[in-house]
């Protein structure tokens, strides 16, 4: 049974979060604030975690930034907030989708479904291919710079999976959405930050990209 980790402050959400979810299947804990929901994602680690982004104490970026520490746990947003800045910083802390409040059960478990294929999906791909420096092993679940191994988000492996098993070939954000997301529509800003972070780490100027480029007006090719 696939677990679920719920860090919100409002108990009323939360309660309707974790009944709505164990409905759906998922073992479900629920924690109040982003230390308690860091305590207890350290001593048994979940499946996927759900963040609220206005949180007491360490807030809801800052639980982001501590479960991406040496932890590829998916993680899903939920907030009212939805400003565009708010919800970039999330995605740009670590986080890999982000709902905005109401949100419609089905929706977020269709999504959490989704998060959990990602991985298994990079299973049945390639099994490895270069781009200069960069090595790409789908099946090995590694990514290789210049020799020396990087450390991914499973959100991030899998987009960087599917541009090596389409070299040189220009992928829309909306293909990407559909392919890595799995959404038949959704925020194309999840694809801008992720091409962001996977630069950050694979490219030595990532302001000047080597590998993965930006075609103007198409979307993104990885190159050799």
Request: aromatic content about 4%.
């Amino acid at each position: 049974m696939a677990s679920v980790l719920v860090i919100e402050d409002d108990d009323r959400i939360r309660t309707s979060l974790e009944l709505a979810l164990e409905d759906e299947g998922y073992a479900v804990r629920g924690a109040s604030s982003a230390e308690e929901g860091l305590a207890l994602q350290r001593q048994e680690p979940a499946d996927t975690v759900l963040v609220d982004l206005m949180l007491p104490g360490l807030d809801g970026f800052d639980a982001i930034r501590e479960l991406r520490r040496g932890d590829d746990v998916p993680i899903v947003v939920v907030s009212a907030r939805s400003d565009t800045h708010d919800i970039v910083a999330a995605l740009e802390a670590g986080a890999d989708d982000y709902l905005v409040k109401p949100v419609a059960v089905k929706e977020l478990s269709a999504r959490l479904r989704a998060l959990r294929r990602r991985a298994r999906a990079a299973a049945a791909a390639i099994p490895g291919l270069v781009f200069g420096d960069l090595e790409v092993r789908p099946l090995a679940g590694e990514v290789r710079l210049a020799g020396q191994p990087v450390s991914l988000t499973r959100t991030e492996f899998r987009l960087l999976c599917e541009f090596a098993e389409h070299p040189g070939l220009v992928l829309s954000r909306q293909q990407l959405l559909e392919r890595v997301w799995e959404y038949d529509f959704g925020d194309e800003r999840l694809v801008d930050v992720h091409v962001g972070r996977l630069r950050q780490k694979i490219e030595t100027e990532p302001g000047n990209p080597r590998y993965l480029v930006t075609v103007r007006g198409l979307g993104y090719k990885l190159q050799r």
